[in-house]
């Protein structure tokens, strides 16, 4: 029988470049539980070998001997859950045979759009059209991602914009071999589809600890979120996922779709005077969709699983790439906020959120931290970031991930750690002792 007191812990986070992929092993007196919290990626970092995926599945498979206990998908963003449909490392991990697996409520089958029949609550017809809305959601991306290849070929575009556009919309293509092959563990094991303060259950697989689910919220305890599942912006969503295929798929398709004006004059060639407007028309066009994609990226965000874990009398937060609006239920709205907050102070481990954004650690939740402090501080806070600067958002803008003045923040406040810090493509990770003393 496995001691329920944990002894030791230890954190482990790959260096994937852009994206998430953190093991937290836990020992016992005579044996290991192991938590993988998600394993995707959309940048590999610069110099990184092609197979870099596969090799961070053999390193896991190596350090849990074998097994995985747990795998937390924290939301469907390709920067978190791609290495589990790619063929090859999918394959690894799924060899691990995870005894559970845990998403956001946002991901539940029942919830799929192509389901024949909803769940039989009431409630479940407003999450369905959340589901359809995050469906059309992805085709757009699909779209955007397709329009983002085009304009990097298109004389005097600039390649920036071209490169934003394509980075952002691949980012939120559902990734459809990523969420099967997690559908597949969940089933094989135990699938579990988690929001606000539900109680997981996993007592059996982690004894000793204990995991509040913070984020996110349903659409009955977070209006906000209810809203957008207006019929209007469900068919907005709509109209946009079909433009998303139809970009996708433009050399088959929007080339062969009748003239928009049957029996307007077609220019055959643009005109010389007017060859400098075309890009500044293709500039608009991009810019609008990067609007839209900045939109969508934010909505995906906040169906982020936010877990706040107690091991012995030592707290780890891990909030994915949650953002204010899903923070801002359990950090004000929530009956037990006052309290959630309070549990939220004594956090010992964060994992910074949404690779260094200023939008995924908000200053309340910061300012509250009661670990932040200088060097010489006892118990100080650890922070650990996954991240690839440079991938996402602009400096000129004050939108570069990781946001500068958060990372000076870091810095000043606590002991903190950084996958860019490691250069080996021999031991691609950064490992974090998790001090279960507990501290001041």
């Given at each position: 029988?496995?001691?329920?007191?944990?002894?030791?812990?230890?954190?482990?986070?790959?260096?994937?470049?852009?994206?998430?992929?953190?093991?937290?092993?836990?020992?016992?007196?005579?044996?290991?539980?192991?938590?993988?919290?998600d394993?995707?990626?959309?940048?590999?970092?610069?110099?990184?070998?092609?197979?870099?995926?596969?090799?961070?599945a053999?390193?896991?498979?190596?350090?849990?001997?074998?097994?995985?206990d747990?795998i937390?998908?924290?939301?469907?963003?390709?920067?978190h859950?791609?290495?589990?449909?790619?063929?090859?490392?999918?394959?690894?991990?799924?060899?691990?045979?995870?005894?559970?697996?845990?998403?956001?409520?946002?991901?539940?089958?029942?919830?799929?759009?192509?389901?024949?029949?909803?769940?039989a609550a009431?409630?479940?017809?407003?999450r369905?059209?959340?589901?359809?809305?995050?469906?059309?959601?992805?085709?757009?991306?699909?779209?955007?991602?397709s329009?983002?290849r085009?304009?990097?070929?298109?004389?005097?575009?600039?390649?920036?914009?071209?490169?934003?556009?394509e980075?952002?919309?691949?980012?939120?293509?559902?990734?459809?071999?990523?969420?099967?092959?997690?559908?597949?563990m969940?089933?094989?094991?135990?699938?579990?589809?988690?929001?606000?303060g539900?109680?997981?259950?996993?007592?059996?697989?982690?004894?000793?600890?204990?995991?509040?689910?913070?984020?996110?919220?349903?659409?009955?305890?977070h209006?906000?979120?209810?809203r957008?599942?207006?019929?209007?912006?469900?068919?907005?969503?709509?109209?946009?996922?079909?433009?998303?295929?139809?970009?996708?798929?433009?050399?088959?398709?929007?080339?062969?779709?009748?003239?928009?004006?049957?029996?307007?004059?077609?220019?055959?060639?643009?005109?010389?005077a007017?060859?400098?407007?075309?890009?500044?028309i293709?500039?608009?066009?991009?810019?609008?969709?990067?609007?839209?994609?900045?939109?969508?990226?934010g909505?995906?965000?906040?169906?982020?699983?936010?877990?706040?874990m107690r091991?012995a009398?030592?707290?780890?937060?891990?909030?994915?790439?949650?953002?204010?609006?899903?923070?801002?239920?359990?950090?004000?709205?929530?009956?037990?906020?006052?309290?959630?907050?309070r549990?939220?102070?004594?956090?010992?481990?964060?994992k910074?959120?949404?690779?260094?954004?200023?939008?995924?650690?908000?200053?309340?939740?910061?300012?509250?931290?009661?670990?932040?402090?200088?060097?010489?501080?006892?118990?100080r806070?650890?922070?650990?970031?996954?991240?690839?600067?440079?991938?996402h958002?602009?400096?000129?803008?004050?939108?570069?991930?990781?946001?500068?003045v958060?990372?000076?923040?870091?810095?000043?406040?606590?002991?903190?750690?950084?996958?860019?810090?490691?250069r080996?493509?021999?031991?691609?990770?950064?490992?974090?002792?998790?001090?279960?003393?507990?501290?001041?």
């Amino acid at each position: 029988m496995t001691d329920p007191r944990p002894k030791s812990a230890q954190l482990r986070a790959y260096n994937v470049g852009f994206g998430d992929c953190l093991l937290l092993s836990i020992d016992y007196a005579a044996s290991a539980r192991h938590v993988l919290i998600d394993f995707g990626t959309s940048k590999l970092p610069a110099r990184a070998p092609a197979t870099r995926m596969l090799d961070v599945a053999k390193a896991i498979e190596q350090e849990t001997g074998g097994h995985l206990d747990l795998i937390v998908a924290t939301h469907r963003h390709s920067d978190h859950i791609s290495g589990f449909g790619a063929a090859k490392s999918g394959d690894v991990i799924e060899s691990l045979q995870p005894a559970a697996v845990l998403q956001p409520w946002t991901e539940h089958p029942d919830l799929d759009p192509a389901a024949r029949t909803p769940a039989a609550a009431e409630s479940a017809q407003g999450r369905l059209a959340l589901s359809r809305t995050l469906h059309y959601m992805s085709a757009f991306a699909g779209g955007a991602a397709s329009e983002g290849r085009r304009l990097a070929a298109v004389a005097r575009f600039p390649k920036s914009v071209a490169s934003r556009l394509e980075f952002l919309g691949e980012t939120n293509i559902t990734n459809p071999a990523a969420v099967e092959r997690l559908m597949a563990m969940g089933r094989a094991g135990r699938p579990l589809h988690a929001s606000f303060g539900d109680d997981l259950g996993l007592d059996d697989l982690l004894p000793g600890v204990t995991i509040d689910v913070l984020g996110p919220p349903t659409l009955e305890d977070h209006p906000s979120i209810a809203r957008q599942t207006t019929e209007d912006a469900e068919q907005f969503w709509h109209l946009a996922g079909s433009w998303g295929l139809a970009a996708s798929e433009r050399s088959a398709t929007v080339h062969d779709l009748a003239p928009l004006f049957s029996t307007g004059h077609v220019l055959k060639r643009v005109p010389q005077a007017a060859k400098w407007l075309v890009p500044q028309i293709e500039r608009a066009y991009a810019e609008e969709v990067l609007s839209l994609l900045r939109v969508l990226d934010g909505v995906l965000n906040n169906t982020s699983l936010i877990l706040l874990m107690r091991i012995a009398d030592t707290t780890l937060l891990f909030p994915g790439d949650a953002q204010i609006e899903n923070w801002s239920y359990a950090l004000f709205d929530a009956p037990n906020a006052d309290q959630i907050r309070r549990r939220l102070a004594k956090t010992h481990v964060y994992k910074v959120g949404h690779h260094g954004s200023l939008n995924g650690t908000p200053k309340t939740m910061w300012n509250d931290l009661a670990r932040r402090g200088d060097e010489q501080a006892p118990g100080r806070l650890i922070t650990v970031l996954s991240t690839a600067a440079g991938k996402h958002g602009d400096a000129r803008r004050n939108t570069e991930v990781p946001r500068r003045v958060l990372l000076e923040a870091l810095r000043a406040g606590s002991d903190a750690r950084t996958t860019q810090s490691t250069r080996s493509n021999k031991r691609p990770w950064i490992d974090v002792a998790v001090p279960l003393s507990g501290g001041r």
